[in-house]
């Protein structure tokens, strides 16, 4: 693929074909010719849409590409956890290898973006951290990854955590994850201290995995709401998960859904269908982002997930009971701008002069493209075709 | 194909590779020779299941094969049955072209027996009935259909309908259909008198939409038992839906999941993840045969639906959020034989002597199977192909 690219006979977000040119990698034009010598490439009516947005996965622990891992783990969350520390001796699930499975296959999928929450803990140490970002910079032209620093044992509650947390930053993770200040580590201001002082130190965006349902989780909420407004750090924290703004009482929630306007906090959900899940519309409403991740993609804690943004989408659409067109490109937008002003990603988007990251869909409507989730037919990445028809154009590990 | 088959290399619910053979539409042995003449086919290591089983749809109203309907329908329930029924006439939907259509699709998919609603109501009399029961004999060879005669619009409330209910069971439908004996019909039981009457004069079997939640629907539920029972319909009475028993109140849950396993009655569930729904593994642990359904698939109401019975127990395995395999089996359950206890096929199964309706998976292990949903490698419906690798032996209207 040269430098410069033309893509004739495409509809933005389903609207009318056009062609779109590239230069640099970046969008120079719609509706123009290319420049001389610009490589052409008939779009074939398909749908052009921004690069889909995987804002929060696991790259480390999948087990694509390894034998069945036979499940028959406990119900609690520290039988999760405890089981995947254990299995990541057993299995040998090496985290380089398994982030570039993983990284491929949503690539090949449509995104452009990742961030993922990589393990930090005093068995594994930083193997993760030091996995991930091989595979960020082997596969920097095919697909964008962020890495968060992510103590998925607990912090507080296993000393030394801290520290691997700090080398974490020094080796270049790009944010400062934390989890469940109560639940998990017992200490909540404790754990919001630490993890916002490195965020401060560093200069990097926080990410907070917040299971705690209802009240509590609300306490965690408002803690997070007041460190971010002290340190200045609107629009620079987000929490994923957020069970508790699915908790029943709706005037709690409205005045949380309120303060994280205010904040300018982001919210990340993968929609769960078991759980109470934070209303997508509501929050989109009162202008808070909404991100959108598959979470695991088959690993130790569940089978499900397959890394394609697009069912994610579909699942953000059920969970929410979308069923309007509006309400589908609703759904779509966590998985697509959403995750890009989570990340921060300024040159997103399908304007001219943005990074030329794009997906060209198979459909008659964009909702129709987004509920029927064929095979992409083309996804780029800065100005270059990364993959098509569904295949990547690098093979995996 | 001809009247006998041998089918090599497979490995009935993932177990050990083995043959099995077909004679007369039905499972002849495993592990045997072919009689001569038969034709063999190498299932190529192949995983087999019996027949999907698609217990809950609605085959007269699917837009599948139409332009994409812009949905910008209201929020209420009302809303979207007004609508549906102006949109019949607005947009042409021939009840006996969608029904084929929506039929071979869950054919491809595995699908060897469907149960579907077809509405009966005053503005299209019993057009349904008849586009679908067409369909029925049509498709006799490829897909097992049962017509639920279903008073979408409401019965009592519209004068005329119960005597078109009763013209259904008439002209051939298989079993007496309601809808939300008091949020819909408001007068409970009334309209329970006359579906149960029309299913003890005409010897057929009841499923009831039961929308209703919590309370309210738990008093449906009470009725019904006191009807089945009263009636000795013991095993021939489904509730479909029944978001009541996803209530808070689990004591009275309990209740109800003990009256209804003694009365012998079914659950259906489509496992929505924006409403409470029933709870899949209590209820199979209390002895309730669970089917599952995709309920729409791309009509008025919404998108989404798309007939995969594999995709289903995903969803219904998402929704309980199932993660171990056995879990993840008890999901398929739902989709297999399950729907196929509440249609009361006797000759289900994978045993010698049972029809030969069966689905080739390609998959690693049952679970991986399920979770991946690749194309069908084989679909046989009384013991002849009538699907490969995800295509039907049938072109669709």
Known sequence: MGENLVLT?????????????????????????????????????????????????????????????????????????????????????????????????????????????????????????????????????????????????????????????????????????????????????????????????????????????????????????????????????????????GMPDQDYVAALIEALAEARIHILTTAPAFKAVPPVKRLMEAGVVVGAGSDGVRDTWGPYGNADMLERAVLVGLRNNFRRDDEVAMALETCTSGGARMMERESYGLEVGCNADLVLLDGETLAEAVVSRRPRKLVIKSGKVVARDGRSIMAAP
Not at 26 to 53: K, N, Y
Not at 202 to 217: F, K, N, Q, S
């Open 9 to 245: 006979n495409v509809r933005p977000m389903g609207g009318d074909p056009t062609s779109v040119t590239f230069a640099n990698g970046r969008i120079a034009g719609f509706g123009q010719a290319g420049s001389d010598g610009a490589e052409t490439l008939d779009g074939g009516g398909g749908i052009l849409i921004p690069g889909l947005v995987e804002a929060h996965t696991h790259l480390d622990k999948t087990l694509l590409g390894m034998p069945w891992y036979h499940n028959d783990v406990g119900p609690r969350l520290m039988d999760k956890i405890e089981n995947e520390r254990a299995q990541k001796r057993l299995l040998g699930i090496d985290p380089a290898r398994q982030s570039e499975r993983q990284a491929l296959l949503s690539s090949s999928l449509g995104s452009t973006h990742i961030r993922s929450h990589v393990d930090v803990d005093t068995d594994l140490g930083l193997a993760g951290i030091e996995g991930v970002l091989a595979t960020r910079e082997k596969l920097r032209d095919v697909v964008d990854i962020e890495v968060v620093a992510f103590p998925q044992s607990g912090m507080l509650i296993r000393p030394g955590t801290v520290a691997l947390m700090e080398e974490a930053m020094k080796l270049g993770a790009q944010v400062v994850g934390g989890l469940d200040p109560s639940a998990i580590d017992r200490d909540p201001k404790g754990h919001l201290d630490v993890i916002f002082d490195l965020a401060e130190r560093y200069g990097r965006p926080v990410d907070i995995h917040l299971h705690e349902t209802a009240e509590l989780g609300a306490f965690s909420v408002e803690l997070i709401v007041e460190r971010t407004k002290a340190l200045g750090m609107q629009g620079h924290v987000t929490i994923s998960h957020a069970f508790c703004l």
